[in-house]
C-alpha cells in the first residue's frame, strides 16, 4: 500500500477523508464540502474540503458513481478527471445533472469516487509507417458492437 500525504482545508473540517467503502473497491469516495443546487443541464464545480500529494508516479482520476448517474443522471463531466501528482490545490468535481429535475448536493454527500493509479510514461519514436494487425485502421464500430 502507499501512503499519500493529505491536507484537511478549513471548510473540509468535520468531513470524512476519502475512503474505501467494501474490502475489495477500487475508488475511494468524495464527500462534498458544499451545498449546491444542480438545476437540469447545470453543472457545478464542487468543493471536497481538500488536498492531496501524489507520489511521482501516480495519478488520481475523479470519476462518477454509479448510483448517482442511474437515478438521477448526475455525474462527473470530465470523466475521467485528471489530478497530477504536481497539482496541491483543492481536488475538486465538476458535477452535471443529465436529469429531468434539480438535484441539491448537500454537504457530506458522496459526490463521485477517486482512484490512485500508476502512471507510465512513453516517449515517441515517429515512423514513416506503424506495424500491420487484422483490424488495420478501422475504427469506430469496426467490431460490430453499435
Same mark, same amino acid.
Given at each position: 500500500?502507499?501512503?499519500?500525504?493529505?491536507?484537511?482545508?478549513?471548510?473540509?473540517?468535520?468531513?470524512?477523508?476519502?475512503?474505501?467503502?467494501?474490502?475489495?473497491?477500487?475508488?475511494? +469516495?468524495? $464527500?462534498?464540502?458544499?451545498?449546491? @443546487? %444542480?438545476?437540469?443541464?447545470?453543472? /457545478?464545480?464542487? &468543493?471536497?474540503?481538500?488536498?492531496?500529494?501524489?507520489?511521482?508516479?501516480?495519478?488520481?482520476?475523479?470519476?462518477?458513481?454509479?448510483?448517482?448517474?442511474?437515478?438521477?443522471?448526475?455525474?462527473?463531466?470530465?470523466?475521467?478527471?485528471?489530478?497530477?501528482? +504536481?497539482? $496541491?490545490?483543492?481536488?475538486?468535481? @465538476? %458535477?452535471?445533472?443529465?436529469?429531468? /429535475?434539480?438535484? &441539491?448536493?448537500?454537504?457530506?454527500?458522496?459526490?463521485?469516487?477517486?482512484?490512485?493509479?500508476?502512471?507510465?510514461?512513453?516517449?515517441?519514436?515517429?515512423?514513416?509507417?506503424?506495424?500491420?494487425?487484422?483490424?488495420?485502421?478501422?475504427?469506430?464500430?469496426?467490431?460490430?458492437?453499435?
Amino acid at each position: 500500500m502507499t501512503d499519500v500525504a493529505i491536507l484537511r482545508l478549513s471548510h473540509g473540517e468535520g468531513l470524512e477523508l476519502p475512503a474505501y467503502e467494501t474490502e475489495h473497491a477500487a475508488g475511494m +469516495d468524495l $464527500r462534498a464540502a458544499e451545498d449546491a @443546487i %444542480l438545476a437540469p443541464g447545470a453543472r /457545478a464545480t464542487v &468543493a471536497t474540503g481538500f488536498a492531496i500529494a501524489l507520489p511521482h508516479g501516480f495519478e488520481a482520476q475523479v470519476r462518477p458513481r454509479s448510483g448517482l448517474a442511474a437515478r438521477h443522471g448526475v455525474t462527473v463531466l470530465n470523466s475521467p478527471g485528471t489530478i497530477d501528482a +504536481d497539482y $496541491r490545490g483543492e481536488i475538486k468535481v @465538476i %458535477l452535471i445533472n443529465h436529469g429531468e /429535475a434539480s438535484f &441539491a448536493v448537500k454537504r457530506g454527500d458522496r459526490i463521485a469516487q477517486m482512484i490512485i493509479s500508476p502512471v507510465t510514461r512513453v516517449r515517441f519514436a515517429e515512423q514513416s509507417e506503424l506495424s500491420s494487425t487484422a483490424r488495420g485502421a478501422r475504427g469506430f464500430g469496426s467490431t460490430g458492437q453499435s
